[in-house]
């Protein structure tokens, strides 16, 4: 019962509605949040609530509404600031004025902080910052923090004042808060200003925060025992062993990122640490039930495919759970988690466990879109493209196309040069759609990291654009180049052996060539791939990945989803006559009746 009280505990505070920080809150609100940290506990698990998230999400709304209850009215505005819904910011302020007009702190400081940083006039800041100021002489921790970074930065008008900053958080970290403790660590190492720069102070708060479970200061701390690193103008040496000794200190103290960071040990026997699934498996789920996001996306994606790790041993270690992945994407969601979005996105676009809704589905990857995460970009582009959960616009279609190509996917550089060779984008006055086009596929095959069945597509559009001898200043007469497309063709089908249609248009374009100068080319195209390098292999490492910089994630399926039917194209390649292409997600398919490309 203490175990199960602890969780709870950590889940109550990651959600922002720890009850012990309230005054004298109501046995109603209390036992519904009491309900969502159960929820949280199951859904961790893999199992179903016995009150599902959302009813208990729905009594504390309606005590927040009929009750006037301040702490049910703070709770809501935490929520729905969460759920990053439409209008969502505006609606969590209503909530939080209202509580706060009643005198809750927690909620002059949500509300001050947000109106303060609003971007509106000084006043409006300065209103803000007062009901920031007011919670921090209410003794509220986190208000002092706020005002100590408004008191180094000096804001509407509020004077540079790093003292009063120092004695804010200095006030913050004696009541334990360890936030508070790794600000600290930042003021002494350089955000204080050069006068006060301390390397020994800051080294010393980094270790307090990380020691009372921090989950930043244990991200920086880890990094730097794991690795060895420069902490100011301290050279601290790698020491792993000391570095498992203090995350499993924090792991056993229930520490969601302690727990975490175990679990990630445990799954890849780094840094000393024996590799145990099963122990793993344990620390994630350990650490999801108290709401750590990180490893709640991690158990989403073991129970979204089941993990067994040795199929001979007749033992599944995880069997597959769609209905438990969902739930732990949805948690992960909440705390804004680009790639729990994504997932969720995910399900809705495939009707996995619930109903197909492309509304929801394009509202879940436009929020991860705006978080940065590559495939929701190309998601985003595809459903504004095809007008699926949302207005068709070819316009920001081919705007979130070129983010997802800026941010390293090269299926976006692959739906602009489709896009352009279709004539629905515009293109420079010294070059043609195809010339766009091919300038697109080009960098789409010399791209280091690109999927094969991405390669495959490229390869068969750039090689229809000479077959058809489109690749000439506008107004002029069609040039076919045969040998150029059969070169490209002939790539396609080396990487797609048994499809049809590589075969089709390889076919095609050696009929229009003589034995000798399929000969040749043959043999540049073999040469050309033996020269290539094999993908580089990932680098071991010896911290694990909560405690250094992580690549980017990848979705659980990427590429493999099933978005409407798309438009073809005005302009596929004549060599491929039919209407036909081949399917994006395994070019060893037969072609199917689609554009690939805006399906995935």
């Known amino acids: 019962m203490i175990l199960k009280t602890c969780f709870l505990v950590a889940a109550a505070a990651a959600l922002g509605l720890d009850t012990k920080e309230w005054t004298k809150p109501s046995d109603e609100v209390v036992a519904q949040v009491q309900a969502m940290e159960e929820a949280i506990s199951a859904m961790a698990k893999g ?3 016995k009150v599902p998230l959302q009813e208990s999400v729905d009594k504390i709304r309606e005590l927040a509404d009929k009750g006037n209850d301040k702490d049910a009215q703070f709770s809501m505005g935490v929520l729905i600031q969460q759920s990053n819904a439409q209008n969502a910011l505006a609606e969590a302020l209503a909530y939080y004025k209202k509580a706060a007009d009643q005198g809750h702190l927690q909620a002059m400081n949500n509300y001050g902080f947000i109106i303060a940083g609003s ?11 007062g009901f920031i100021r007011k919670a921090a002489e209410g003794g509220l921790n986190a208000a002092r923090r706020n005002m100590a970074s408004i008191h180094l930065n000096g804001l509407a008008g509020e004077p540079r004042d790093p003292d009063a900053a120092l004695k804010l958080l200095e006030q913050a970290a004696a009541e334990g808060d360890n936030q508070a403790q790794f600000e600290l660590a930042q003021f002494f190492l350089e955000l204080g200003g050069p006068e006060r720069v301390d390397d020994d102070k800051a080294w010393d708060w980094l270790n307090k925060a990380a020691d009372a479970g921090n989950p930043n200061a244990l991200a920086t701390l880890g990094s730097v025992l794991f690795d060895g690193k420069t902490f100011g103008a301290r050279k601290i040496e790698p020491d792993p062993a000391k570095a498992v000794e203090k995350f499993t200190k924090l792991a056993d103290q229930n520490v969601p990122a302690g727990l975490r960071t175990m679990g990630e040990l445990h799954a890849s026997g780094l840094a000393g640490v024996p590799k145990d699934f099963t122990k793993a498996l344990d620390y994630f789920t350990r650490a999801a039930q108290g709401n750590d996001a990180a490893a ?5 994606g073991y129970y979204d495919k089941g993990v067994d790790l040795d199929p001979a041993d007749g033992k599944v270690e995880v069997a597959p759970n769609a209905a438990g992945a969902l739930e732990l994407y949805r948690l992960a969601a909440r705390n804004n988690v680009p790639l729990a979005l994504y997932n969720v996105g995910v399900f809705y676009e495939e009707g996995r466990t619930l109903d197909q809704d492309p509304t929801k589905a394009f509202a879940n990857y436009l929020q991860a879109a705006g978080g940065g995460f590559a495939p929701a970009m190309q998601k985003v582009g595809v459903y504004y493209l095809n007008g699926a959960g949302t207005l068709k616009d070819p316009i920001a279609a081919s705007g979130w196309f070129s983010r997802a190509a800026a941010a390293g996917l090269p299926e976006g550089l692959l739906s602009l040069g489709v896009m352009a060779e279709s004539g629905m984008v515009p293109v420079g006055a010294e070059s043609t759609p195809a010339k766009a086009a091919a300038e697109a596929y080009t960098q ?13 597509e490229a390869l068969l559009r750039l090689g229809g654009l000479h077959f058809r001898g489109a690749l000439v200043a506008a107004g002029a007469a069609p040039a076919p180049d045969y040998e150029s497309a059969y070169r490209y063709f002939k790539q396609a089908s080396i990487l797609a052996p048994a499809n049809e249609l590589a075969a089709a248009t390889l076919k095609e374009a050696a009929a229009k060539l003589t034995p000798e100068q399929i000969k040749k080319l043959d043999e540049a195209v073999a040469q050309t791939a033996a020269a290539q390098p094999a993908p580089a292999a990932t680098p071991a490492a010896d911290a694990p990945a909560s405690t250094r910089p992580a690549p980017r994630a990848q979705p659980t399926e990427p590429g493999a989803s099933a978005t409407p039917p798309a438009e073809t194209p005005a302009a596929m390649p004549a060599a491929a006559a039919a209407t036909t292409t081949p399917a994006a997600t395994d070019p060893e398919k037969k072609p199917g009746f689609r554009l690939p490309l805006f399906g995935r």
């Not at 971007?119 to 910052?129: F, L």
Request: hydrophobic letters at 45%.
């Open 47 to 49: 199992e179903a609530p």
């Open 444 to 456: 789409v095959i010399q791209a280091p990291q690109v999927a094969e069945a991405t390669r495959f």
């Open 119 to 129: 971007g509106q006039d000084v006043a409006k800041t300065q209103e803000g910052i």
């Open 296 to 300: 709640q996306v991690i158990l989403g």
